[in-house]
């Protein structure tokens, strides 16, 4: 976060960051006089990713910290105790990592930016659980530091950091080095009909080194990991009385839906085993003293897959997977595909190359291109029952390979005087999405046949942006900026088995301005106000996912207006000798807000992506981080959000006007206690609290801790780490310590250990 610093608090706390600091602060640290500093950011280390000058708060957690304090297993794990933070993970391994922050949460994917080394790895051609960051093009062990930047207050970023933007600088070596580290884990799951333990694996291995100008970095990953139950297969309450024709079962489960009412659980779904690999190589060469050429190349692979468990089992007590049944006397009808199984196989690639200067003179500059793209994507089905599924058969296939983006950013650093910082710069992105889904004669290997749906378009932003920092007067600074961007959409279309209809093409432009007012009083103290707007436009498949009827396109809306934010912010921070407090009041008036919802004004209703006119969140956000709090070698850090976040103007759906937006609890809370006894050995309790909040719209899920709900929790996560020598170190932990069971629709993890080994040279 931007804080103003005495010398030795300085000092402490980019210590305690991970023994690093800007060269201000540690200059600083030099003197025992009490002499006041410009802003500093502590740091963990060198963040070339993260400007100097943000108006905006800024949570960082270093590679010291994820090893001290937090079981790491995914790369997201970091940051799961920052304030305000959540991420939808659902178990280990789990490719759809929603990012959720002050005023957005886990259904809007679109409404954050995740970066590493500036390469863009939010999947921004939709806004949903199924377009993620692509998490996994990182691993934990080559991260230095997670930054975390809160709103979208900078002219730097696109519309999409009305959330956040979370960037991780990932480490290039200074000489040799190697390391390697390998993870067990395990959990035991009672829900329902199940009861089992899931276990799973996970290997890293790293070399880099410096020659002269040259550094390097590879490495290469492997999980394999089998999580809990997602999803359960219901139906309500029969009140039909079975024939005597039916199938007479046993096991079933009941319960009441998140809405209040009597249902039956049948049996078990998404039991995901997923087997991911991930390879990456960074290269990096000093042309001169001060610019930098840099190349990196990533590959992930992923194959898995989703298995069943029926509770159902007859008088023989064999599995029952479809037709009509007879339980507790009532009829129920299992289709052929409602406890399906199913498997994915998918290989991406990414590449980034960049040039920087790094003079800290009056210019600087750096040029970034990146790609990713869906070398290889496919999902698979069967449309038959089990148990003949198993062994293949009719299903469908659903191709995404060719999907992907492409990135371009000049930005250019202008320091005319000691008053001003000036950033300016040119962004360009491309978005293409290419899904078919086809019906295959072997669901588990067999090619397309035949063509059933398809759907593709591509988005595509060319922005210029300008920002500056002006101190124009003792202990007081302005940052004032804009983002001029032109959006256009175009080759859209969307098929049947029979035809192709096309969209027409979109091009539109918005301006962003963006305002902040900072004074620091005191050493002690720094003051700051923060306004911008921004737009955050439609993604490919908001706007092109459909079908057809009648030989019309039906169920989407290719004209949807962009999402708009006017977003304020205010923010207090006291440097107490050895930690930082901080308090912020921030507002977002957000503007056609996209959502799936139900159209209640038309006849027949209509359920699709839709503009809600308007949504207000206001908040307090409380935050504080300490060093050797009590006695020596105790880090204390923790927070408090507070946010009322309701729809104020629906005209589509009136009934809603008042509700509160869907995934964004009142109440968040994180903890975290980090005792470092000695050099060797370290001990770290930390806890997250969320608050009530609701799953739709119409917040008729009343009854929130069930599957199907999202549950108020408050979990409990340990860690013990011990370097047994110089290279070798090992840590245990448990996730989940009380074994709550709470929901986010789906099940999140039961209690889980881990325990890990690692060497570095």
Request: contains cysteine; charged residues 15%; hydrophobic residues 35%.
């Amino acid at each position: 976060m931007i804080i103003p610093l005495k010398p030795l608090s300085a000092a402490l706390l980019a210590t305690c960051a991970g023994g690093a600091f800007t060269p201000a602060a540690q200059a600083a640290g030099n003197t025992d006089s009490d002499t006041q500093l410009q802003e500093v950011v502590v740091q963990g280390g060198s963040a070339p990713g993260v400007p100097k000058e943000l108006p905006a708060v800024v949570e960082t957690v270093t590679r010291q910290q994820m090893a001290d304090s937090i079981n790491v297993i995914n790369t997201e794990d970091a940051l799961k105790y920052l304030p305000s933070i959540q991420i939808r993970k659902r178990f280990i391994g789990d490719t759809n990592g929603i990012v959720a922050s002050r005023s957005s949460g886990t259904l809007s994917s679109a409404r954050s930016l995740v970066y590493a080394d500036n390469l863009l790895l939010s999947n921004l051609l939709g806004n949903s659980y199924s377009y993620p960051p692509r998490w996994g093009m990182v691993t934990p062990e080559e991260i230095e530091r997670v930054d975390v930047i809160y709103g979208p207050f900078s002219a730097l970023y696109p519309g999409n950091a009305m959330g956040a933007v979370i960037n991780m600088t990932t480490r290039m070596p200074t000489k040799f080095e190697a390391h390697a580290k390998t993870q067990v884990f395990n959990q035991h799951f009672q829900l329902y009909g199940t009861d089992e333990s899931y276990s799973g694996k996970q290997f890293s291995v790293a070399l880099g080194n410096r020659a002269g100008a040259l550094s390097w970095w590879i490495n290469a990953n492997h999980l394999d990991n089998h999580g809990q139950p997602m999803s359960f297969l219901t139906q309500p309450l029969s009140t039909k009385t079975a024939l005597a024709s039916d199938k007479q079962v046993s096991g079933a489960q009941t319960d009441l839906d998140p809405s209040g009412n009597p249902r039956t659980i049948l049996g078990a779904t998404s039991i995901a085993h997923t087997i991911q690999d991930q390879a990456k190589m960074k290269l990096a060469y000093d042309i001169s003293p001060t610019l930098t050429a840099s190349y990196t190349l990533g590959l992930w692979q992923g194959d898995n897959t989703t298995e069943v468990g029926s509770y159902l089992k007859d008088a023989a007590g064999n599995p029952v997977y479809s037709g009509k049944v007879n339980f507790s006397g009532k009829q129920y009808t299992l289709k052929d595909t409602d406890l399906n199984p199913g498997s994915s196989e998918q290989q991406h690639w990414m590449h980034g190359l960049s040039l920087v200067t790094h003079s800290g003179g009056t210019w600087d500059w750096q040029a970034l291109a990146s790609v990713y793209d869906y070398s290889r994507d496919l999902s698979r089905a069967p449309t038959t029952a089990l148990p003949a599924a198993a062994n293949g058969g009719p299903g469908s296939l659903t191709d995404m390979s060719g999907t992907g983006w492409r990135t371009l950013d000049l930005r250019g650093t202008w320091r005319a005087n000691a008053a001003h910082e000036a950033n300016f710069g040119y962004h360009f992105d491309q978005y293409q999405l290419d899904t078919q889904v086809s019906s295959t004669a072997n669901w588990s290997s067999g090619p397309a046949v035949s063509r059933t749906s398809a759907f593709a378009g591509k988005t595509e932003t060319q922005a210029l942006y300008a920002q500056d920092a002006w101190r124009f007067a003792k202990d007081w600074k302005a940052t004032v900026g804009g983002r001029w961007e032109n959006w256009q959409a175009f080759d859209g279309a969307v098929s049947n088995a029979a035809s192709t209809l096309p969209f027409a093409a979109r091009n539109e432009t918005f301006f962003s301005p963006k305002l902040a007012l900072s004074f620091q009083p005191t050493p002690a103290w720094a003051l700051r106000a923060s306004l911008a707007q921004a737009y955050r436009m439609p993604s490919v498949a908001e706007l092109y996912q459909g079908s057809i009827s009648n030989n019309a396109i039906v169920k989407n809306d290719p004209n949807l207006k962009p999402e708009q934010a006017l977003s304020g912010e205010l923010t207090a921070e006291r440097e107490l000798g050895n930690g930082v407090l901080r308090i912020s009041y921030f507002q977002e008036n957000a503007k056609d807000a996209l959502y799936s919802q139900t159209n209640m004004t038309v006849s027949p209703t209509i359920t699709n992506i839709q503009n809600i006119d308007r949504i207000r969140t206001r908040g307090l956000e409380l935050a504080y981080q300490g060093v050797d709090i009590g006695w020596r070698g105790l880090d204390l850090a923790g927070s408090i959000t507070y946010a009322n976040s309701i729809v104020t103007q629906n005209d589509a759906n009136p009934a809603t006007l008042g509700n509160r937006q869907p995934r964004v609890p009142d109440w968040r809370v994180t903890v975290s206690a980090t005792y470092r006894q000695n050099a060797q050995l370290s001990y770290a309790l930390a806890g997250r609290y969320s608050g009530r909040q609701f799953n739709t719209l119409d917040n008729s899920d009343s009854n929130a801790d069930t599957y199907g709900g999202v549950s108020k929790f408050f979990v409990l996560d340990l860690r013990l780490r011990y370097k047994l020598d110089r290279q070798w170190s090992a840590a245990v932990g448990i996730d989940n310590l009380t074994n709550r069971q709470y929901y986010v629709a789906h099940p999140y993890p039961q209690r889980t250990l881990s325990a890990e080994l690692k060497y570095d040279f």
